[in-house]
């Protein structure tokens, strides 16, 4: 019964980093289109979070001895290499062919476990992540704008390698005594981040008079300041923490084909928030990738005699995991 609470649990605050992170590109759209480069609204959104995490941060600053290697992966991997590898490759290739190449990161993430950390995976939890970046393709019609450019794939591959690094870090440091804090982990992810994007994005140079003015969302005029609190602190600080709790609860596998729920969530929302249509293939493949999701989060093991990714949430670190609380960082 408390295992199946926890599970339960997972699932819904899987959804809720899904919904938020799904809605971070609704926001960020008009504000783009009335002037802002992306980089900068990057930069905003991760520094804005941060500076609202900062109490947090200072209220956890031991862990900056104790844990530094989580700390410098989380902030390099799950906040600033996402972000920067993304817009990378957006800059080369078609946003749908760069989105579904970033949602490999569940296929990802179950290799991490089979091969790196020697842990078998269960067939539903495989079955789930294939319908799920099957349906994605869909989502993204990925037929409509396929450019094979190099530099622009192994850019958007290392934004998937960069968010494994995110569901696999979000898992470490959960229990024993040296047990990471996961709000102070995200605070300090959320700094270091910050300090990375700023020599990235350059945010002197950006013209701060847009953030007084409005943007246009689907024909209503509303006010750029506002469009900017929902990307920092629903999009970012509630995604972030909503995200970090989930993996703990659930699995980084598990979480990880949820979140291809974001690429859905963000589809709906640019539906009825930016008049944006859907044609059929997207609601087929959302209706797919809904399917893939369950059946990934329903998975449980058949016998309790190894360690099975997938499985029930409340099980425990096995070896392979406690090695990671030991120190080890993500790929």
Not at 86 to 97: D, N, T
Not at 298 to 314: F, L, Q
Not at 318 to 324: K, R
């Amino acid at each position: 019964m408390h295992a199946s609470q926890g599970r339960s649990v997972g699932l819904g605050l899987a959804l809720v980093s899904a919904f938020a992170f799904g809605g971070s590109g609704v926001a960020a759209k008009p504000l783009i289109e009335a002037g802002l480069d992306p980089l900068h609204v990057v930069w905003l959104r991760v520094a804005g979070a941060a500076l609202i995490m900062l109490p947090v941060a200072w209220r956890h600053r031991a862990l900056v001895l104790r844990r530094p290697a989580l700390l410098a992966g989380f902030g390099l991997l799950a906040v600033a290499g996402v972000q920067a590898f993304y817009f990378a490759s957006l800059s080369r290739i078609p946003v749908g062919v760069a989105l579904l190449v970033e949602y490999l990161a569940p296929a990802l993430v179950l290799g991490w476990v089979r091969f790196v950390q020697h842990r078998p995976v269960t067939r539903a939890a495989a079955v789930g992540v294939v319908l799920a970046v099957g349906g994605l393709a869909c989502v993204v019609e990925i037929w409509a704008g396929l450019s094979f450019d190099a530099l622009g794939l192994l850019f958007a591959l290392g934004a998937a390698c960069c968010q494994v690094g995110y569901f696999v870090l979000s898992d470490q440091g959960s229990t024993g005594e040296d047990a990471a804090d996961p709000l102070g982990v995200i605070a300090y992810g959320l700094l270091i981040g910050t300090a990375v994007l700023t020599v990235v994005a350059r945010p002197w140079g950006m013209d701060w008079s847009l953030l007084a003015g409005s943007a246009d969302m689907g024909g209503s005029r509303v006010p750029a300041v506002l469009l900017l609190g929902w990307i920092v602190l629903l999009a970012t600080v509630v995604a972030y923490v909503t995200g970090v709790l989930s993996v703990r609860k659930l699995s980084p596998q598990v979480a990880g084909v949820v979140a291809c729920l974001e690429a859905v969530i963000a589809t709906v929302l640019a539906w009825v928030l930016l008049r944006e249509h859907l044609s059929a293939p997207q609601i087929i493949g959302g209706a797919v990738v809904l399917i893939g999701a369950f059946i990934a989060q329903s998975s449980t093991p058949k016998a309790p005699t190894g360690p099975v990714a997938g499985g029930p949430p409340d099980t425990g670190l096995h070896d392979a995991d406690q090695e990671l609380s030991a120190g080890r960082t993500a790929p």
